[in-house]
């Protein structure tokens, strides 16, 4: 038998549709060949081929020639065939076909002595060609998106300009196209050759990717509390750290605004306060290096400085918050307040685009109004009444010792001094960053450069920040990727004294008299602290100090990824954050510190924080069963290298280094260090994507404690049920998950390097002479500080995905707690680290996301609350502490409730007044303090529980809108029933105590006699009986702020492509435009301590500014 | 090959980065205190103890009885008005210059109870004793500063961590007089062991004090025996004030606290110029009118006092400026001619009137005791301004209430509130 000819007669069968006939003929073929396969054997004869360039019909005969074999084939087929090279001698048939058919479009199977030629797999059916765009809704190229063949292996990525081609399709091919963060769309090709691919915005957020410790996860999986924030154009807010970034954007997560200086510290604390001692500050982990938390400035300038500052904001690409003990608890013992990871932008493969972002803006102090002071003639009314109050209530007469005279106007019919005016500014900003992206299946890569200026709305201060990124990953080869990701930074901040310090500017541009002046008529400084001025000239303190704080710093990792089967991975990184800083503060001759000769600090640290990390992961899907498991090593050590020298003596103003200085007054180094070592290991198991587990455990090891009391164990489970997956769920456009976990964290923030250790130091001596002294008891029995806590949420996703809500509630009991406790100074200290109690927080998060479209106006919103509460379970000895001016720590109280004196009103007549306090000076019109205990005297004892600096609740609530071609958002952030301490209230409202003006408004107030008021009391001289620390001075801190109002324009992409440009946006942005808020101060969210037990006290640090942006965002 | 190289690495590497002896780490500024103190330790130790008992106290605790005896007041108030309402905001349980004072001594106290403890089990050498007797002048010193501020303190007679109640104002003088016995029998010799250096103890310093101690209980006659003893010492003589506030040499300071910049934070200079003045300070308190007008114009001691700078009033006796720091005289000669004068009662005008005739002044007379307590209270006004005495000497004579016009209360200061709430087996004073 020669070959068997079968074509023709099919194609004669006109009157078919020609899909039925082709149906047809390959089943035939096909079902001939499975018939056959099971007798098939080997052919064992020795063929032997030399064919250059001829038909392959020709290359058959020659096979057959030589075999018994014969060919099966049609002729539709063959026609396809490409001639034939080959050159063969004495192989085997099966050696000799696979040769054959290698460079034809066909393949073939040998069935007992036939080759059945036959179309290969993947184009069964007629294939087609398609070329394709994708872009988002609005119209924005996607570079980089996947784009697959439904049911098959091929696929291709868009290229820059979001263009595909995709060949040899079958004609009923659908294609699937995914892009991160948009929803995943299915395209029906039909007869299309070229198609536009719109992809939606994700919506559904549980297709998500988010960066947990040590990996990744999609939202759906995710069984614990997990927040995060992925800046955009719209919700990008400039701001100098990533961690104001998600101010207002997480439940439980709360980030205090900060002051108005530029670079100055801020609060966040996440699901309350999680520790005593410390600032309460979450670990931040930036690409996967834990960094240590310190204050970015060595000398105290009134304030701290935020080290995250640093960094830079625009480099980010998504900020996650590990909430709860099951996400935080693999980093252990430093997770307690959570743990925020932040995940800085790398290349994406197929993606190469440069973009440039730049704004300029304008910045000044709001609310000034609310601090008007009273005019000379006011002052002097007050002032005298209170004197005249005074003499007389004493019985004094001119010329006795104790008289106070009265005070008339020095300057009568001069402009008197707006002494806040003249140090304020309408303050610069300008920032700029540029980034280039690329990547290739094997290297990708993110460079960026940034620079910020951002001047102070208080003249002379200015922060300047210079940032550079490199990012690149390379496979090397097919088992090893390298990489290295590396930010480096200098920034130099030209501080002010704020806060509390002597020279605070905002603060000493208050409560001046009101006819003082800056300069004398010849032009010399008025100095403060004189008969001519009150208090330091703020403008002299600013013209006559140079401050330098310049800080170099290098955050960055390499990593090598060993690839050892399809499962088994091990990452290696070394990481290092090397920070060094130099803090200058010179005072001219003229300065009241320059000591009258001139006067430079020169402080310096290197701080150093290495990383050793071994991460071995193991991922496997079984089945249905899918299992993401790591284990790890990793070693941290800090080393922190100061000195410091202080130098006086210049010559002239114009020297200012130290040689020139003609005294060291004092020089001095430092070093200290301390280390962790971990071993961690987590196991997220999921079956049949409804049913997930997690179990994690890390263990470390602190050089902070004693040997026997250094390793801590911090386990934690985790379990989510996607109950919307299970068969009996009926609302198909409905997603329920819900989740529950626990676990322990720990703490070891806040307490000394050596705590455990009692020390003998040297440096205690005298007269030249060198000496020892006890430094620290020690404390051997020092231990971890644990929060266990139990967290159980649910993650709802309704109307196929256009409103999403989250809930959780958690309560965490916090043992150990870690606190420098106050002991009684006759055992020789004042305190001693200790454990000593525990804690406990509970709370509700709610999450709210809606979008909805109408017509062409699209709207998303996201809101977010969060109700936490704080109450001290128990204290060593469980009696209350004092802490501070007024606050205590008491069991079954909060952690930062105020304890004070409670203000009833004003006594409106002598005979209200209690005897014991009329023989102490008290009269009509003053201050009626609550006497709790009723012994007619007011005292420590008569202090009581009044409010808390912790809010009742608080959130944000952002809107965009999109219209065409514009955006705008309002960004609003608020908290409720929180209380604030006005301290500056005791310098501005002091009415005629000393001799410092006071605001206008309480002047207006004041208690003149009996039903004048109950608020404010009378003007007296000498007695700070009204200034005590009351519930005169507390106010409700509850606020609304519109945090930011932008709106943009997007030009047409018609447009931008004559301008090749893929992108660019317009915007104008507002910041903290305005404020809802009862409170008498300029700012309720300012505060001049950070830490837990002190917070919500205002004592004039600078408030922050309203800024009023412009800015493009173009990508090339 | 390549693979299993890389592999055979990658575990070197993490065994090479297991580091958990990286743990033990210790400061490079102190040692662990757990160690038994060595002779050689415990001399250093004793430099430490000068250095706790100058510094814990605090800037203030060494001026508070110039603060709460009248004759000065707040920097900011207007021609002496309001003093009593200066001295009564100091008086208060919470006021911080309580607070820092009451823990600054106990602070210095643990320091020297450390040493004497130490010195127990140490051989009874010459050097050792030395030390002992040293160590037991600075507890008699820190129960003075104590006991004349707050009345009956507690006693440690070693470091304890135990709540201890009050000790009544008899025991703690019995105590300080101990102490002071031992501290005149072992403490070095002010001429031969230390060569005139009185920035250092001596046995003599030791004497000085009892001698004030004395006085404080009313002991006159025991008082003046003492001072006279120092008196006839030949290497103390009056000297003028330019050298003793000058830090100059000088034959009258019998002990002072060296307080260099470097080693201190006692900067009390700062506390009394204005920021105008060329000594700049931050100007907090500053003399009463009347304490201006006390020193006569040929008292040499009125310019070294005091001074008017641009019209304001400033204490002149700690001249270093902002930044600087002064030395700090414990006892001079010049307080031994007073305690003498007064122990003996009218019988000490001649010591009186030779103490006046230094400072340029001409003698006095009395008709009885109670003028001569006055002329000499006065005197004592003047000579020790400034250095801590004016309220003391007011409340021993028991004219605090007249003279100063506070409260009765005000004879003692407030035992510290945060102490009170620590330790419930203190009792406050009457009256807060």
Redesign the interface.
């Known amino acids: 038998m020669k070959f068997t000819y079968l074509g023709q007669g099919g194609l004669r069968l006109s009157f078919a549709p020609p899909n039925y006939l082709l149906v047809m003929k390959w089943t035939l073929i096909l079902s001939l060949a499975f018939c056959f396969q099971v007798t098939a054997k080997v052919h064992s004869q020795d063929l032997t081929l030399k064919i250059n360039g001829q038909q392959l019909t020709e290359v058959f005969a020659a096979i057959e020639d030589q075999t018994d074999i014969s060919f099966v084939y049609s002729d539709e087929m063959i026609r396809q065939a490409k001639p034939v090279h080959i050159n063969l001698s004495k192989v085997s048939l099966e050696e000799a076909l696979p040769m054959v058919f290698a460079q034809q479009p066909f393949t073939y199977q040998l069935v007992d002595q036939y080759v059945v030629i036959k179309a290969k797999p993947s184009a069964e059916r007629e294939e087609i060609a398609i070329s394709g765009t994708v872009k988002s809704q609005n119209g924005e190229l996607l570079p980089g998106a996947t784009v697959r063949l439904k049911g098959g292996s091929k696929g291709t990525v868009t290229d820059i300009d979001g263009k595909f081609t995709l060949s040899m399709l079958p004609d009923d091919a659908v294609l699937v196209v995914s892009y991160i963060g948009y929803d995943s769309q299915e395209i029906a090709l039909g007869s299309k050759s070229e198609v536009v691919i719109i992809l939606n915005p994700s919506d559904n957020s549980l297709s998500e990717i988010v960066v947990i410790g040590y990996g990744q996860q999609e939202r759906k999986q995710v069984s614990s509390a997990i927040a995060d924030f992925k800046p955009t154009e719209e919700n990008f807010r400039q701001v100098q750290g990533p961690d104001q970034l998600i101010q207002g954007r997480m439940a439980g997560v709360y980030v205090g605004a900060g002051g108005g200086t530029p670079g100055s510290d801020i609060r966040v604390s996440i699901r309350g306060i999680g520790s005593l001692s410390g600032q309460n500050e979450p670990l931040y982990v930036v690409d996967g290096i834990p960094l240590v938390n310190h204050n970015a400035a060595l000398f105290d300038l009134g304030e701290g400085m935020n080290p995250l500052a640093e960094l830079n904001p625009n480099d980010i690409e998504s900020i996650e918050v590990l909430k709860d003990a099951a996400s935080a608890a693999i980093y252990g013992s430093r997770a307690t307040n959570g743990v925020v990871i932040i995940t800085t932008k790398s290349g994406k493969e197929g993606k190469s685009s440069f973009n440039i972002q730049s704004n300029i803006g304008v910045q000044y102090l709001p609310n000034v109004n609310k601090l008007k002071m009273a005019d000379s003639d006011l002052y002097l009314e007050v002032l005298n009444e209170a004197?005249f109050n005074?003499n007389e209530q004493n019985g004094?007469q001119p010329g006795d010792?104790?008289?106070?005279?009265y005070?008339e106007n020095p300057y009568p019919g001069y402009p008197e001094t707006d002494w806040l005016d003249i140090v304020t500014r309408n303050a610069l900003v300008s920032n700029v960053n540029m980034s280039f992206s690329s990547g290739t299946k094997k290297t990708k890569l993110y460079l960026s450069g940034g620079y910020l200026n951002q001047q102070g709305v208080m003249e002379s201060n200015e922060y300047k920040k210079y940032n550079t990124k490199v990012n690149i990953t390379h496979q090397a080869?097919s088992?090893?990727e390298v990489g290295t990701n590396t930010n480096l930074s200098f920034s130099r901040n030209n501080r002010i004294p704020n806060g509390n310090y002597?020279s605070a500017i905002m603060l000493r541009s208050m409560g001046q008299r009101p006819f003082d002046r800056p300069f004398k008529p010849n032009g010399e400084y008025y100095?403060?602290?004189?008969?001519e001025l009150?208090y330091?000239n703020n403008v002299q303190i600013l013209n006559e100090q140079n401050t330098k704080l310049d800080n170099y710093r290098m955050l960055g990792n390499v990593h090598a990824d060993?690839r050892?089967s399809p499962s088994f991975h091990?990452k290696?990184t070394f990481g290092m954050d090397a920070i060094y800083t130099e803090d200058y503060l010179y005072y001219t001759d003229k300065h009241?510190?320059?000591?009258?000769q001139g006067?430079l600090l020169d402080e310096r640290r290197m701080m150093t924080n290495g990383l050793?990390e071994?991460t071995l992961y193991f991922d496997h899907t079984f089945g249905k069963l899918t299992i993401n498991a790591l284990a790890g090593?990793s070693?941290q050590?800090v080393t922190t290298s100061v000195n410091s020298i202080?130098g006086?003596g210049f010559p002239s103003p114009s020297f200012d280094v130290l040689s020139v200085a003609s005294e060291i007054?004092?020089a001095s180094s430092?070093?200290?260090?301390?280390?962790?070592?971990s071993y961690y290991s987590r196991a997220n198991l999921s079956y049949a994507d409804k049913y997930m587990l997690s179990l994690s455990i890390r263990a470390d090891?602190?050089?902070k404690f004693s040997?026997e009391k250094?390793y801590g164990s911090f386990p934690s489970i985790s379990a989510g049920w996607n109950i919307s997956d299970e068969p009996f769920w009926s609302l198909s456009r409905t997603d329920l998950k819900f989740r529950a976990s626990y676990g322990a964290t720990g703490n070891q923030d806040g307490i000394g390097?050596?705590a455990y250790?009692?020390?003998?130091?040297?440096?205690?001596?005298?007269?030249?002479?060198?000496?020892?002294?006890?430094?620290t008891f020690?404390n051997p029995e020092l231990t971890w500080e644990t929060a266990k806590q139990f967290d159980i949420g649910v993650d709802l996703g309704m109307f196929a995905g256009k409103l999403h809500l989250t809930a959780d509630y958690f309560i965490k009991n916090t043992e150990n707690l870690l606190y420098n406790m106050?002991?009684?100074?006759?055992?020789?200290?004042?305190s001693v680290t200790s454990n000593i109690g525990s804690m406990q927080n509970r709370g509700l998060e709610l999450m709210i996301a809606y979008q909805h479209r109408f017509g062409e106006l699209e709207w998303q919103s996201d809101f977010n609350i969060s109700f936490i509460d704080n109450e001290l379970t128990s204290l060593l000895g469980d009696?209350?502490?004092?802490i501070g001016?007024n606050r205590t720590l008491q069991v079954g109280e909060e952690v930062g409730s105020f304890y004070m004196y409670k203000m009833l009103g004003i006594f409106q007549s002598d005979e209200e007044v209690p005897q014991l306090l009329f023989d102490?000076g008290v009269r009509a019109g003053d201050v009626h303090y609550e006497d709790v205990n009723n012994d007619g005297i007011i005292?420590?004892d008569d202090r009581q529980i009044i409010g808390t600096s912790n809010p009742d609740y608080y959130g944000g609530w952002s809107n965009t809108f999109k219209y065409k071609n514009f955006d705008l958002s309002a960004f609003l952030t608020y908290s409720q029933g929180s209380e604030i301490y006005a301290t500056w209230r005791i310098t501005t409202d002091r009415l005629g105590i000393?001799?410092q003006g006071f605001r206008e408004e309480v002047a207006l107030d004041r208690w003149t006699g009996p039903g004048t008021s109950n608020e404010v009391p009378r003007a007296y001289?000498?007695?700070?009986y009204n200034l005590n620390n009351s519930s005169r001075f507390l106010e409700d801190a509850s606020f609304v702020r519109l945090r930011t109002l932008s709106l943009g324009y997007t030009l047409p992409k018609a447009f931008l492509s004559k301008l090749q440009m893929s992108h660019l946006r317009f915007f104008v942005q507002g910041e903290n435009l305005y404020l809802f808020s009862k409170y008498s101060g300029v700012d309720p969210e300012v505060s001049k301590n950070y830490d837990a037990r002190f917070m919500g006290d205002d004592n004039m640090n600078l408030p922050q500014p309203r800024t009023i942006r412009v800015g493009l965002n173009a990508t090339f | 090959m390549k693979f299993n190289i890389s592999i055979i690495l990658i575990m070197a590497l993490i065994i090479a980065s297991s580091c958990s002896n990286q743990l033990d780490l210790y400061p490079r500024s102190a040692v662990s205190s757990d160690a038994e103190l060595t002779e050689e330790d415990a001399s250093s130790f004793l430099i430490g103890v000068y250095q706790s008992v100058q510094n814990d106290p605090g800037r203030e605790s060494y001026i508070l009885a110039d603060l709460l005896g009248g004759d000065m007041n707040s920097a900011s108030s207007t021609n002496g008005g309001g003093t009593n309402a200066f001295i009564s905001n100091i008086m208060r349980p919470e006021h911080s210059y309580v607070n820092s004072s009451w823990k600054g001594y106990y602070e210095a106290l643990y320091q020297v109870n450390t040493l004497l403890t130490s010195l127990l089990t140490l051989p009874n050498n010459s050097e050792m004793n030395k030390n002992r007797g040293v160590s037991h002048y600075f507890r008699a010193f820190i129960y003075t500063s104590l006991v004349t501020k707050f009345g009956g303190v507690p006693i440690l007679k070693e470091n304890s961590l135990e709540r201890m109640p009050r000790n009544t104002v008899e025991e703690v003088y019995a105590f300080i007089e101990e102490d002071l016995q031992i501290a005149i029998d072992l403490a070095p010799e002010f001429s031969g062991d230390l060569g005139g250096d009185f920035n250092s103890v001596s046995s003599d310093a030791a004497k000085a004090l009892l001698a004030r101690v004395k006085l404080l209980q009313g002991k006159k006659m025991e008082a003046a025996t003492l001072a006279e003893e120092l008196i006839a010492a030949p290497y103390f003589q009056l000297d003028s004030f330019e050298k003793i506030f000058r830090r100059e040499g000088n034959s009258e300071i019998i002990f002072a606290f060296v307080n260099l910049t470097m080693e201190s934070n006692i900067n009390l200079s700062t506390l009394f110029y204005t920021y105008a003045h060329p000594q700049s300070g931050s100007y907090v308190f500053k003399p009463n009118p009347w304490a201006m007008q006390m020193f006569s114009p040929e008292d040499v001691r009125g310019p070294i006092s005091v001074d008017t700078y641009e019209g304001l009033d400033v204490v002149n006796k700690y001249p270093s400026g902002q930044t600087g720091t002064d030395q700090l005289n414990v006892s001079r000669l010049a307080e031994l001619y007073l305690i003498s004068a007064e122990g003996q009662g009218l019988a000490g005008l001649p010591r009186l009137n030779e103490l006046r005739a230094a400072r340029g002044l001409e003698p006095v007379s009395a008709g009885n005791e109670d003028q001569f307590l006055d002329l000499l209270l006065e005197e004592r006004r003047r000579e020790l301004f400034g250095e801590g005495f004016r309220w003391m000497d007011l409340v021993r004579t028991d004219k605090a209430i007249d003279q100063i016009g506070i409260q009765d209360r005000e004879t003692l200061m407030p035992i510290p509130e945060t102490e009170l709430l620590l330790n419930k087996n203190l009792v406050q004073n009457p009256g807060y």
């Open positions: 004197r005074y004094y010792g104790n008289f106070v005279n005070q080869t088992w090893l002597g100095v403060g602290g004189t008969e009150l330091h060993i050892f091990l290696n009241p510190y320059g000591a009258g006067r050793i071994n090593h070693f050590k202080d006086r007054a004092s430092g070093f200290g260090q301390n280390s962790l070592e090891g602190s050089s040997p250094r390097s050596y250790q009692a020390l003998m130091s040297g440096g205690a001596n005298y007269d030249g002479n060198s000496g020892l002294s006890i430094s020690g106050p002991i009684h100074a006759t055992s020789g200290f004042s009696e209350p502490l004092l001016a102490q005292n420590v000393g001799a001289h000498g007695s700070g």
